[in-house]
T-cell receptor, first 114, second 112 residues
Framework: DVKVTQSSRYLVKRTGEKVFLECVQD?????MFWYRQDPGLGLRLIYF???????EKGDIPEGYSVSREKKERFSLILESASTNQTSMYLC?????????????FGDGTRLSIL | GQQLNQSPQSMFIQEGEDVSMNCTSS?????WLWYKQDPGEGPVLLIA?????ELTSNGRLTAQFGITRKDSFLNISASIPSDVGIYFC????????????FGTGTRLKVLA
């Protein structure tokens, strides 16, 4: 089974802090994704990466950046956290191949910005 | 970004009842996925559909890829308390990317 591990289940940070959310997958997948999940809005794509050091903006990249230095690890960075970034963050991965392969998700990080 | 219209938004049902939910889109998809998300957990893939008209089962769950390629349906038969959670659909639209578009979810509560 695919295992996508997010480093923290719950995180509380203060406004203005730099926040790192980490995601690791153990299936040698090329593609990794970061989403945020808010009630009534579903999952919205922040960034994705299709290879080491490669990244593409998703639908809501503002206020976020990402880092992919190793194939198995994809980090989401909140450069200066704000209260409107309080949300559930989900990481997902999928192998290269058919572009419609299902995405496999981690358990999420519930982030609160005070 | 585009989102799918998923309905109902929430439902309360009695244990043992059957459940139906659906997703619709204004554009054609080539793949439909159905996920379940338990409280405090990430989404888990239930069923993947790759062909218009396809009907696929996973235990008590059955999903169908609509003939028009603009909708998909998920049915749960004889619901049990552990079916509680949020069910999401996701569609892929031949955009040449790996991006999926997600529905807003159906929250299911089962009354024992």
């Amino acid at each position: 089974d695919v295992k996508v591990t997010q480093s923290s289940r719950y995180l509380v940070k203060r406004t203005g802090e730099k926040v790192f959310l980490e995601c690791v997958q153990d299936m040698d997948h090329e593609n990794m994704f970061w989403y945020r999940q808010d009630p009534g809005l579903g999952l919205r794509l922040i960034y994705f990466s299709y290879d080491v050091k490669m990244k593409e903006k998703g639908d809501i990249p503002e206020g976020y950046s990402v880092s992919r230095e190793k194939k198995e690890r994809f980090s989401l960075i909140l450069e200066s956290a704000s209260t409107n970034q309080t949300s559930m963050y989900l990481c997902a991965s999928t192998p290269t191949g058919w572009r419609n392969q299902p995405q496999h998700f981690g358990d999420g990080t519930r982030l609160s910005i005070l | 970004g585009q989102q799918l219209n998923q309905s109902p938004q929430s439902m309360f049902i009695q244990e043992g009842e059957d459940v139906s939910m659906n997703c619709t889109s204004s554009s054609i998809f080539n793949t439909w996925l159905w996920y379940k998300q338990d409280p405090g957990e990430g989404p888990v893939l239930l069923i993947a559909l790759y062909k218009a008209g396809e009907l696929t089962s996973n235990g008590r769950l059955t999903a169908q890829f609509g003939i028009t390629r603009k909708d998909s349906f998920l049915n749960i038969s004889a619901s049990i308390p552990s079916d509680v959670g949020i069910y999401f659909c996701a569609g892929h639209n031949l955009s040449g990317t790996y991006k999926y578009i997600f529905g807003t979810g159906t929250r299911l509560k089962v009354l024992a």
